[in-house]
């Protein structure tokens, strides 16, 4: 840890889309919200997959192709610069399934809603890296099956870390959301848990979410302009 951080608070932050969105990944949905005639939430299923898993595949094989195309932002870059000081009194808790936060240098992340570049087996629940396109069929490494599917966490199924990120934010000093619409939860009830503990909460959003009145403070704008702008004072101020 720099000199003149020792003590620093310990900081849980929460991103989500907003963050990404800058980086051009695609939403996939059409003005319609539809994805090649099909709602998300129909290929974002467990329901979905069990009926049609080709074409659940295809549309996260096309996701992965869509996310290795673009980088991560001053955002995502600003978020590693802080993990860098802070070390382990950093924690990146996201929504996001892309990689931008670990392309960006991050380490100390938590997908709670898994990872596109990860699989897990149907047969064996093993989880490793995605050996390329899903809809191939390629064998699980662990046990052989043809029974890969994304590691990400569908409507319906429970989001992963949820006791760690409970810990974290009860021990936290900060919690800053960034990017974030506020709707979805559990994700959206994490500032009354941090307040609740005392922690101080600031959002960082390009508009007003439905959970912006349980913030101390919000700023609007750019997370690739807000994001720098608040690691700045961070490290400026030493808390």
Same mark, same amino acid.
């Given at each position: 840890? $720099?000199?003149?951080?020792?003590?620093?608070?310990?900081?849980?932050? +929460?991103?989500?889309?907003?963050?990404?969105?800058?980086?051009?990944?695609?939403?996939?949905?059409?003005?319609?919200?539809?994805?090649?005639?099909?709602?998300?939430?129909?290929?974002? $299923?467990?329901?979905?997959?069990?009926?049609?898993?080709?074409?659940?595949?295809?549309?996260?094989?096309?996701?992965?192709?869509?996310?290795?195309?673009?980088?991560?932002?001053?955002?995502?870059?600003?978020?590693?610069?802080?993990?860098?000081?802070? /070390?382990?009194?950093?924690?990146?808790?996201?929504?996001?399934?892309?990689?931008?936060?670990?392309? *960006? /240098?991050?380490?100390?992340?938590?997908?709670?809603?898994?990872?596109? &570049?990860?699989?897990? =087996?149907?047969?064996?629940?093993?989880?490793?890296? *995605?050996?390329?396109?899903?809809?191939? &069929?390629?064998? =699980?490494? *662990? =046990? /052989?099956?043809?029974?890969?599917?994304?590691?990400?966490?569908?409507?319906?199924?429970?989001?992963? &870390?949820?006791?760690?990120?409970?810990?974290?934010?009860?021990? =936290?000093?900060?919690?800053?959301?960034?990017?974030?619409? /506020?709707?979805?939860?559990?994700?959206?009830?994490?500032?009354?848990?941090?307040?609740?503990?005392?922690? $101080?909460?600031?959002?960082?959003?390009?508009?007003?979410?439905?959970? $912006?009145?349980?913030?101390?403070?919000?700023? +609007?704008?750019? *997370?690739?302009?807000?994001?720098?702008?608040?690691?700045?004072?961070?490290?400026?101020? &030493?808390?």
């Amino acid at each position: 840890m $720099t000199p003149g951080l020792a003590g620093a608070p310990r900081i849980v932050v +929460l991103t989500g889309a907003g963050i990404s969105a800058e980086s051009g990944v695609p939403t996939f949905r059409d003005a319609g919200g539809l994805w090649e005639g099909h709602r998300v939430e129909d290929v974002a $299923t467990p329901e979905a997959f069990e009926l049609d898993p080709d074409t659940v595949q295809r549309f996260y094989d096309a996701r992965r192709h869509a996310v290795a195309s673009v980088a991560p932002n001053p955002a995502h870059a600003g978020l590693a610069a802080l993990e860098r000081e802070l /070390g382990d009194d950093l924690l990146v808790v996201t929504q996001n399934i892309d990689d931008l936060h670990e392309r *960006a /240098g991050s380490a100390r992340v938590l997908h709670m809603h898994g990872e596109l &570049g990860r699989v897990r =087996c149907v047969a064996c629940e093993a989880r490793s890296d *995605a050996p390329g396109d899903l809809l191939p &069929g390629p064998p =699980c490494p *662990a =046990c /052989g099956e043809r029974m890969l599917r994304p590691d990400v966490v569908w409507f319906g199924e429970m989001p992963y &870390g949820l006791d760690e990120i409970d810990v974290a934010l009860a021990a =936290c000093d900060a919690f800053v959301a960034i990017g974030t619409s /506020g709707a979805v939860h559990p994700a959206a009830g994490f500032v009354l848990t941090a307040s609740a503990f005392g922690a $101080t909460t600031l959002e960082l959003n390009l508009a007003e979410s439905e959970i $912006t009145p349980f913030f101390a403070e919000s700023r +609007l704008g750019p *997370a690739s302009v807000l994001v720098p702008e608040w690691v700045g004072e961070v490290l400026r101020d &030493g808390h």
